[in-house]
DNA sequence: GTCTATAAAACGATAGAC
DNA sequence: GTCTATCGTTTTATAGAC
């Protein structure tokens, strides 16, 4: 039987979230329009609102859609306890796997975050706060049992993620250095800077 | 004799540049009004035309004064030849409090690079590179009289670079630790990951 | 140099036909 | 579910009075 004219809710809606990534990352939230967004899917614009009520929960969405799929990703690689070192070096290799793997998606929840409202913008930060706390565990762990040392667990964390997460600036795939190449020479910076 | 009225060239000029930076870095390039510029200045939107030809030439001057700062004082600390070990950390102690200083030109500097026209564009990131390529060259020194060891100059600097720029996203003047505690506690991280 | 007024275009969002 | 059409607002930039 053939479908009602025009219908494709279930692929519309994905679409439309794929759409607004790319042009959130590419020209920033405030300068894409609904227009713009509509025309790269292929609809007219008042299509759009039947699948967000309006610009700022698509924005929401990717954002808290982004956080979510790294906690639950790093939940499963964080389930096998290790001693600090293999922890830490655990977390570094899937910082930059993770990361290198969604540059849009890292763009936006770092370059965005301010284009939430207030209630949004508390959520998304929440669970920024949360991934913080895992690498900041694995330091204050290793600085318990001697194995690390750095004058202030708390910087050192966002040292290193700041460290980690400027590879998504420069990296590309299929440039003169592979993935696991890049996690190794920055695996290695990190760990002379921290293991005792 | 009384000035003409309504006549403050030559405090109008700086004060718009001043709003625009404020309002740049709070809310972005495209979410700013030159309405909401001038409103702040106290002027009338049509005035602002009178010290910018467009909103694009506002953002330019920004960017292109903030590089040219950093590199004037770049050079002016660059001059004392030094063996690496001393250039590297004068790099990390200048760098940090250089950008500490400019919150919110870093900021922009940063987020608003996309919102250059294309020429525009080329020209603030010919100046990065040569900021970049400072650092660069202390670890190539480095690197050739068997001071220091890394795996690759470029990412290393690239690293550094992320990692110290990385202090503005949380450092605020009056906080736990002073700006020299900060910086002692990035250099030694630094040193740690880069000396032989 | 700043003002008021406005031109010309684009914006987010909605209503109603199909 | 998507379309066309449009409302009401806001935008950048300019023209001309003072």
Do not use: C
């Amino acid at each position: 039987m053939a479908r009602t004219q025009g219908s494709h809710s279930d692929i519309t809606g994905p679409r439309i979230r794929a759409a607004a990534l790319r042009l959130f990352a590419q020209d920033g939230y405030a300068a894409v329009s609904m227009r713009q967004i509509a025309k790269d899917v292929g609809v007219q614009a008042g299509a759009l609102y039947n699948y967000t009520p309006d610009k700022q929960s698509l924005l929401y969405e990717l954002l808290r859609g982004h956080m979510d799929d790294l906690l639950t990703a790093r939940e499963a690689e964080a389930s096998k306890q290790l001693e600090p070192l293999a922890a830490l070096e655990g977390f570094v290799r899937f910082h930059i796997g993770f990361h290198v793997a969604r540059p849009d998606e890292v763009f936006i929840a770092y370059m965005e975050l301010r284009s939430l409202n207030a209630e949004n913008f508390t959520q998304v930060e929440s669970l920024r706060r949360r991934y913080e706390n895992e690498l900041e565990g694995i330091l204050q762990r290793g600085l318990e049992s001697g194995a690390f040392s750095v004058d202030d667990a708390k910087i050192a964390t966002l040292a290193v993620i700041a460290m980690l997460t400027g590879v998504n600036t420069w990296y590309r795939a299929g440039g003169r250095l592979s993935l696991a190449e890049v996690e190794t020479i920055y695996w290695n910076m990190v760990k002379r800077a921290v293991v005792a």
